[in-house]
């Protein structure tokens, strides 16, 4: 089946770059599908941060638009989130996740199923 | 943005008995050229990733017991869990796929009462 694992430093200094890498696998990535990460502040809600399909298009939340930069290597079956200038407020659990489904031969943003189990990441000098 | 809003917060429900929690869409999430409401459904147990329960608003994902189950269109919908069992104890969120950015309601805490 499925599955994936995030994988990056677990502590991040302010004003620096938070980088986290998603490997998959049992699927391979340019079969189909977007990719996304989803983030979660300690003890609160979810928020999508951005998907990219195997070729490299790409979806982000505006929120984060000119901070967030994600990108897809296909020979390693693994895409990687960039945040960068990085405070305290991005301290949450990020997860990676199968973002959407494909009908027809065209893949759509839509649910995300599976996640991975998710990577805590401090900002703190 | 689409805003979801989820009600209650936070729920205690009696083991047996039906949990029902709601989510309010801001603008509606029907998509008139299929008749599909563009909602999901999650489960989050601590320490876990949240889980996928139900898309398209009402179909339940393979595996997941027939005691869950989505209804509602347009702007309105509800999850239900027809008869709570100890291990539904959960956060437990609506998400919009219809128009980006996808969004999520704030969450609905259920507990054992």
């Known amino acids: 089946q499925v599955q994936l694992q995030e994988s990056g430093p677990g502590l991040v200094k302010p004003s620096e770059t938070l980088s986290l890498t998603c490997t998959v696998s049992?699927?391979?990535?340019?079969?189909?599908?977007?990719w996304g990460w989803i983030r979660q502040p300690p003890g609160k809600g979810l928020e999508w941060m951005g998907s990219?399909?195997?070729?490299?298009?790409?979806h982000y939340n505006p929120s984060l638009k000119s901070r967030v930069i994600i990108s897809v290597d296909t020979s390693k079956n693994q895409f990687s989130l960039n945040l960068s200038s990085v405070t305290a407020a991005d301290t949450a659990v990020y997860y990676c996740?199968?973002?959407?489904?494909?009908?027809?031969?065209?893949?759509?943003?839509?649910?995300?199923?599976?996640w991975g189990q998710g990577t805590l990441v401090t900002v703190s000098s | 943005d689409i805003v979801l809003t989820q009600s209650p917060d936070s729920l205690a429900v009696s083991l047996g008995e039906r949990a029902t929690i709601n989510c309010k869409s801001s603008?509606?999430?029907?998509?008139?050229?299929?008749?599909?409401?563009?909602l999901a459904w999650y489960q989050q147990k601590p320490g876990q990733p949240p889980k996928l329960l139900v898309y398209?608003?009402?179909t339940r994902e393979s595996g997941v017991p027939d005691r869950f189950s989505g209804s509602g269109s347009g702007t309105d919908f509800t999850l239900t869990i027809s008869s709570l069992q100890a291990e539904d104890v959960a956060v437990y969120y609506c998400?919009?796929?219809?128009?980006?950015?996808?969004?999520f309601g704030q969450g609905t805490k259920l507990e054992i009462k």
């Open positions: 996740a199968r973002d959407g489904y494909c009908s027809g031969g065209i893949c759509y943003l839509a649910w995300f199923d599976p």
């Open positions: 049992g699927y391979s990535i340019r079969g189909g599908y977007y």
């Open positions: 990219i399909y195997h070729s490299g298009t790409t």
């Open positions: 603008q509606s999430v029907l998509y008139s050229s299929n008749n599909k409401n563009y």
């Open positions: 398209w608003a009402s």
């Open positions: 998400q919009q796929y219809y128009s980006s950015p996808h969004t």
